[in-house]
């Protein structure tokens, strides 16, 4: 979400100014590009540049996709600079508001753990896990953060594991323990004079940060392409050819869960889905020099939809509704079976 490269090898603030202009060219992706600026400001030092491009975009809050996660940052934003007071109002508003993105809860839960609010920090960990995890079989890889984030100040504050904690334990990969990662102690062995600490702590450093990079390799989801019934029928009376490859839009629809299935078995973390537009289409095989008749371009033209942070996370969580577009719940639409 925040880009990590240092400020000595990146100019944040010429980055900032040219997502801005971006932004203003594709007016459809100008909450994800102005979100990616406000995080370059706020690494270039300039927190107050930051504050005004989230309230630039809060001004208009019904035409957010992630409104909860941009008053999230810009709660954590605001208390890295002296707002103390605002950015706990803000973080008291995002819980009550109960989101069903777990994003916000890890923004606003880091910030009162990076500011010693431990307490508050596992309650709020504690509140996301509870509405997104309860009743769920498999924990979508988009939670995973908020139960690693759980895990670790819960450590910090030395409570006993849990069924959550366990099962953070279970989903992490890395050789090295969450229980070890979190170990309160760690930072002692920074400053010690014995070499075989000293030597431990860099392996469960090259640990974490190897768990760190994984992360990173995939920082938009494996993303299936969706049409809806309007746009699938425009798209084939336009490209005939393309029947082949969507023969019927129930049966397309029934490819797309398959197929999300299939890959969750597989072990594929991070799945989604992004929704095409015949323009959008046709705009980006122009872009590839080649026709929109050409079945390659829909893989490729899935990812970049997935890389504008187009995505919508699948499965939904519980209770949402289908990605399908139904209206339905999805476990009661796809979700069946």
């Known amino acids: 979400m925040r880009p990590d490269t240092s400020a000595e090898n990146v100019d944040h603030t010429a980055e900032a100014a040219r997502l801005e202009r971006t932004a203003g060219l594709y007016p459809e992706d100008a909450e ?14 300039d927190r107050p540049g930051a504050t005004a491009l989230y309230d630039r ?8 996709e992630t409104p909860h996660l941009v008053r999230a940052l810009k709660a954590s934003n605001l208390w890295e600079y002296g707002h103390e007071a605002e950015a706990r109002a803000i973080i008291d508003g995002v819980r009550a508001a109960s989101p ?13 753990e990076s500011h010693d609010e431990l307490e508050a920090a596992q309650d709020t960990f504690t509140q996301g896990a509870t509405l997104l995890l309860t009743d769920v079989p498999e924990p979508p890889y988009s939670t995973h953060p908020l139960l690693y984030g759980r895990h670790r100040v819960r450590r910090m504050l030395g409570m006993a594991h849990d069924h959550w904690d366990a099962l953070a334990d279970t989903l992490h990969s ?10 309160p102690k760690r930072v002692w062995s920074l400053g ?11 392996s469960r450093l090259r640990a974490e940060l190897g768990t760190y990079r994984e992360a990173l390799s995939r920082p938009f989801p494996v993303a299936v392409l969706h049409w809806p019934a309007a746009e699938l029928a425009e798209l084939l009376a336009a490209y005939p050819s393309l029947t082949s490859e969507y023969p019927s839009h129930e049966e397309h629809l029934a490819t797309i869960e398959a197929s999300l299935r299939e890959l969750s078995a ?6 989604g889905i992004v929704t095409g537009t015949v323009p ?10 080649s026709s929109p008749s050409d079945t390659t371009l829909l893989p490729q033209y899935a990812t970049t939809l997935a890389a504008r942070g187009l995505a919508v996370a699948w499965p939904p969580q519980r209770g949402a509704e289908c990605w399908c577009g139904s209206g339905r719940v999805y476990g009661g639409c796809h979700g069946v079976g």
Do not use: C, K, M
């Open 266 to 271: 597989s072990g594929t973390p991070n799945l």
């Open 174 to 183: 890395s050789p090295v323990s969450l229980d070890e990662l979190h170990d």
């Open 32 to 45: 994800h590009l102005l979100l990616q600026a406000a995080a370059h400001l706020e690494l270039a030092g």
């Open 100 to 112: 069903r993105d777990p994003a916000p809860w890890v923004i606003v839960a880091e910030s009162l």
């Open 192 to 202: 010690s004079d014995n070499p075989a600490e000293l030597a431990a702590e860099i």
């Open 57 to 64: 975009l809060l001004a208009t809050p019904a035409s957010l």
């Open 280 to 289: 959008s289409y046709e705009a980006f095989a122009a872009s590839e020099a």
